[in-house]
């Protein structure tokens, strides 16, 4: 991508001090800090006038969301160029792709289509772009966040810099804890199907001056979807995929954002997830009923009546998280969350046949890592305990099968300190493997010190360890 990559001189700090971490590639480091310095430059001006798309193109700012595109380790879209044939393909075409850009005549591909299954039940669908369409939107976010942020809501956590989903659900947990017992819990229907595209176009128009980029991401809404090799129109929605579609949806429901601050609510949006917390029930049925009209009327968008409640927060599911019903509200995993973590862990071990245990818990640990990280503020550690002990059970289960004959079996269990006759007794019982796995045998032969020393990941301990480091 050479009209892209900058000229490989030395990254230097004002101080005349090398950039940390620039020696290898100083060429990468000097051009982030050209697109960060470009960044801090828009931010501070506020610029929106009408040589956006200038920004856009600029080489700091496409190179850093070509790093990003490729860091995300996204599929090919309907033109088949995946991740290894994308540098050629720029090379030989970018040319001629930003001078579209920057006359304004590009038009996007279509969106190739990916249904996913929800844990709730149905499917969300998804639209993939191409590489060079997420390489696109990935360069007019970039330019864009810094133009909307000032405007978003301080309750607003979802798609931010600086935001996170764990202040959402603290911010949730002090509300409870303030005496805001109740939650309207809203889910707005189908809404990256539903969202209208002249009302977006007309809050981008507020902020963007530039006809070029306002015209191009009315083609990004109106690009059609690929589905068995047709393609569909679209009138309405911004599909999920595309780098894109967050800070759209962020843009369009600031509105309902500032409605709820001038009502006085205390609320926490996460996207399109959006929970109000109130002191009674009477009060969040008027607040729900309210809100339905209000987006119907202002942004042409429809309240699930059979999804959202007035509820209880701890008989709620927000993030993931729920609450405990004390005064002082905890925060605790969702009942839902954990089924649906070991639905994930049965998926793994399904392929434990025929592999070591040691290969099996290699292929397991990054999901428990990054499992204990998300819920690492839970305040209540028994489904953690509970889980950490089913899936030991789940690895003896394992080499249970995997011995197969009671030879082999006595042969293990004393091999782990078990005396000769408990082994045989043990080996010969009869029982399946998962009874197995849990019975005093297994459990005397095969401690949690076994797995540790393996290099399994302890949920409990890792949810701990982080909950003091951070």
Same mark, same amino acid.
């Given at each position: 991508m050479?009209?892209?990559?900058?000229?490989?001189?030395?990254a230097?700090?004002?101080?005349?001090?090398?950039r940390?971490?620039?020696?290898r590639?100083?060429?990468?480091?000097? &051009?982030?800090?050209? !697109?960060d310095?470009?960044?801090?430059?828009r931010?501070?001006?506020?610029?929106?006038?009408?040589?956006?798309?200038e920004a856009?193109v600029?080489r700091?700012n496409?190179w850093k969301?070509?790093e990003r595109?490729l860091r995300?380790?996204?599929?090919a879209?309907?033109?088949?160029?995946?991740?290894?044939?994308?540098?050629?393909?720029?090379?030989?075409? =970018?040319?001629?792709i930003?001078?579209?850009?920057?006359?304004?005549a590009?038009? $996007?591909?279509?969106?190739? /289509?990916v249904?996913i $299954?929800?844990p709730?039940?149905?499917?969300r669908? %998804?639209?993939?772009?191409?590489l060079?369409?997420?390489?696109i939107?990935?360069?007019l976010? *970039?330019?864009?966040q810094?133009?909307?942020? $000032?405007?978003? #809501?301080?309750?607003? @956590?979802g798609?931010r810099?600086?935001?996170? !989903?764990h *202040?959402?659900?603290?911010?949730?947990r002090r509300?409870?804890?303030?005496g805001?017992?109740?939650?309207?819990?809203?889910?707005?229907e189908?809404?990256?199907?539903?969202?209208?595209?002249?009302?977006?176009?007309?809050?981008l128009?507020?902020r963007v001056?530039?006809?070029r980029?306002?015209?191009?991401i /009315?083609? @990004?809404?109106e690009a059609?979807?690929?589905?068995?090799?047709?393609v569909?129109?679209?009138?309405?929605g911004?599909? *999920?995929?595309?780098? &894109?579609?967050?800070?759209?949806?962020?843009?369009? %429901?600031?509105e309902l954002?500032r409605?709820?601050?001038?009502?006085?609510h205390r609320?926490?949006?996460f996207?399109?997830d959006c929970?109000?917390?109130?002191? #009674?029930?009477?009060?969040g049925?008027?607040?729900?009923?309210s809100?339905?009209?209000?987006l119907g009327?202002?942004?042409?968008?429809?309240v699930?009546?059979?999804?959202?409640?007035v509820d209880r927060?701890w008989?709620?599911?927000?993030?993931?998280y729920?609450?405990?019903?004390?005064?002082a509200?905890?925060?605790?995993?969702a009942p839902?969350?954990?089924r649906?973590?070991?639905?994930?862990?049965?998926?793994?071990l399904?392929?434990a046949r025929g592999?070591s245990?040691?290969?099996t818990?290699?292929?397991?640990?990054?999901l428990?890592r990054?499992?204990?990280?998300?819920?690492?503020l839970t305040?209540?550690r028994?489904?953690l305990e509970?889980?950490?002990?089913?899936?030991?059970?789940?690895?003896?289960?394992?080499? =249970?099968?995997? =011995?197969?004959?009671? @030879?082999?079996?006595?042969?293990?269990?004393?091999?782990?300190?078990?005396?000769?006759e408990?082994? +045989?007794r043990?080996?010969?019982n009869g029982?399946? $493997?998962? +009874?197995?796995?849990?019975?005093s045998?297994?459990?005397?032969a @095969?401690?949690?010190?076994?797995?540790d020393r393996?290099?399994?990941?302890s949920?409990?301990?890792? !949810?701990?360890?982080? *909950?003091c480091h951070s």
């Open positions: 050479t009209s892209m990559k900058p000229k490989k001189t030395e230097r700090r004002s101080g005349g001090v090398q940390e971490g620039a020696g590639y100083p060429a990468e480091a000097r &051009l982030r800090v050209e !697109a310095s470009a960044a801090q430059l931010t501070k001006s506020g610029s929106s006038g009408a040589d956006l798309m856009v600029e700091g496409l969301a070509y595109v995300n380790k996204g599929a879209g309907v033109d088949g160029i995946g991740r290894a044939e994308f540098k050629a393909h720029l090379q030989q075409h =970018w040319p001629t930003k001078a579209k850009l920057l006359a304004g590009y038009i $996007p591909q279509p969106v190739r /289509r249904d $299954p929800k709730q039940g149905g499917v669908t %998804l639209g993939i772009p191409t060079t369409d997420r390489l939107q990935q360069a976010h *970039q330019v864009l810094p133009l909307f942020e $000032p405007g978003f #809501s301080a309750s607003s @956590y798609f810099p600086g935001k996170s !989903a *202040q959402a659900v603290e911010a949730a509300y409870a804890a303030d805001y017992r109740w939650v309207v819990d809203m889910d707005l189908k809404f990256f199907d539903r969202v209208n595209h002249d009302l977006l176009m007309g809050k128009a507020e001056e530039d006809r980029v306002l015209k191009l /009315r083609r @990004y809404l059609g979807m690929m589905a068995d090799g047709v569909s129109p679209r009138r309405e911004t599909p *999920q995929g595309g780098p &894109l579609s967050p800070l759209l949806s962020n843009i369009l %429901l600031t954002d409605e709820l601050e001038h009502r006085g609320f926490c949006r996207a399109d929970n109000v917390y109130v002191k #009674s029930e009477a009060a049925r008027r607040v729900l009923a809100l339905a009209r209000y009327a202002r942004l042409k968008l429809k699930n009546a059979a999804k959202s409640a927060p008989k709620r599911v927000f993030l993931g729920s609450l405990t019903w004390h005064k509200s905890r925060l605790r995993i839902a969350s954990r649906r973590f070991a639905d994930k862990v049965r998926e793994v399904r392929g592999r245990l040691a290969a818990i290699e292929a397991l640990n990054p428990l990054g499992w204990a990280a998300y819920f690492r305040a209540v028994g489904p509970a889980l950490d002990g089913w899936i030991r059970r789940k690895l003896r289960g394992i080499l =249970w099968r995997q =011995w197969k004959r009671p @030879y082999t079996r006595a042969r293990n269990l004393m091999r782990a300190g078990l005396s000769e408990r082994a +045989w043990s080996a010969t029982r399946g $493997p998962w +009874w197995n796995s849990g019975a045998h297994m459990n005397a @095969y401690r949690k010190g076994f797995f393996l290099g399994l990941v949920l409990l301990d890792t !949810a701990r360890w982080l *909950q």
